[in-house]
């Protein structure tokens, strides 16, 4: 039988005021993470992917963001109601966040050695001395070799790459069970980011952290993720394994972003973007929210919303009325 998953979203659903109506960000969407998998989270701007880490860091601002719905269940237990103090003992400890832009999340005006030590003092009762040594530990656990002197320098003597190890190193401070990773490496560039990947999928199997991993980007998810889910509009779209999903896309929005991955496969191709942009939340009150840019389009998806559909393949899942016409004559068939 399978393992509880470690963390478990069900029918998430969160809001933010708009005048005075709430217009949902994130609309019902719900996903497992099993212990120690990398789960990756894809989908382009302004879909829903910060938002929905946020809710499962308890820190979505309130006003004008809200939890209309769902649950937030970490071993077990739903988060969703608890207290902010509550939350403290949890955000660091137990479930750990690293964002896109380190230099934004470090304190420009104190040393690496201050900022990660008071990291770790914050959730733990080390000494002084017990804490330089975890400090130094951390950072070689992160890739930096000459731990000793980072520790004396500031956030801006340090690369892009050497930021981000940082930021890893302290949200692995306490050892969480999950690490949400949002756009860890889309500052930075390729060399650095495939760096940075090789570096969570090395802590994620040497601490048996489970990770989720958000991008806007397929390829990195390639690169390290086992499952993979696609959002748009707030919603999710296409789900299943990695290698499921790489090979045989079904959601025609799942198509296009394959085809925007740089060079996956070693190939030099202009690089092809979705015509048109995700619509903004509360837009779409019928039908697909990926109508208008599909180019599968069928006059049923302007008029009824399509479910998440199985399809034959375990843990597979997609959100589009094409794979329930598949084998019928209407079938136009996906562009692959
Ligand atoms: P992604 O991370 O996929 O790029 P986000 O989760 O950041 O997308 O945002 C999804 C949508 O939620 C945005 O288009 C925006 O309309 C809304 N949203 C996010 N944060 C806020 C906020 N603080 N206030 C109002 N709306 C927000
Ligand atoms: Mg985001």
């Known amino acids: 039988m399978d393992k509880d998953p470690i963390l478990r979203i069900k029918d998430l659903k969160v809001s933010f005021q708009s005048g005075k109506k709430f217009v949902p960000a994130v609309d019902g969407i719900s996903f497992d993470l099993r212990d120690g998998e990398i789960l990756g989270i894809v989908g382009e701007s302004g879909s829903g992917k910060s938002v929905t880490s946020l809710a499962t860091m308890g820190l979505i601002p309130s006003p004008p963001g809200k939890i209309e719905n769902g649950e937030i269940i970490f071993e077990g237990r739903d988060l969703k109601n608890i207290s902010e103090k509550e939350w403290r003992k949890i955000r660091g400890n137990q479930i750990s966040m690293i964002f896109q832009e380190p230099m934004t999340s470090l304190n420009p005006l104190f040393t690496i050695g201050n900022q990660l030590m008071e990291a770790i003092k914050l959730h733990t009762d080390l000494t002084k001395i017990q804490i330089k040594q975890r400090c130094i530990e951390l950072l070689k656990l992160v890739g930096i070799p000459r731990a000793e002197g980072i520790l004396k320098e500031y956030p801006h003597q340090l690369s892009g790459g050497m930021r981000q190890r940082v930021m890893i190193a302290m949200a692995m401070a306490c050892n969480p069970k999950v690490l949400i990773a949002d756009e860890p490496t889309t500052a930075l560039d390729v060399t650095i980011q495939a760096q940075i990947l090789a570096l969570m999928k090395d802590l994620n199997q040497k601490t048996n952290t489970s990770i989720i991993l958000i991008t806007h980007d397929l390829g990195v998810v390639a690169e390290i ?90 843990g597979h899942e997609v959100r589009c009325f094409l794979h329930t016409l598949k084998g019928s004559d209407k079938h136009v068939g996906v562009t692959s």
């Open 225 to 314: 993720c086992e499952r993979v889910i696609v959002m748009y509009s707030g919603q999710i779209v296409e789900q299943g394994d990695v290698r499921t999903i790489l090979k045989n896309p079904q959601h025609p929005y799942t198509i296009g972003l394959l085809k925007s991955v740089p060079d996956l496969r070693g190939k030099k191709e202009r690089l092809y973007s979705i015509p048109g942009t995700v619509p903004t939340p509360g837009s779409i009150h019928k039908g697909c929210r990926f109508a208008a840019r599909c180019s599968e389009v069928l006059s049923q998806c302007y008029e009824e919303t399509p479910q998440l559909y199985k399809t034959e393949k375990d």
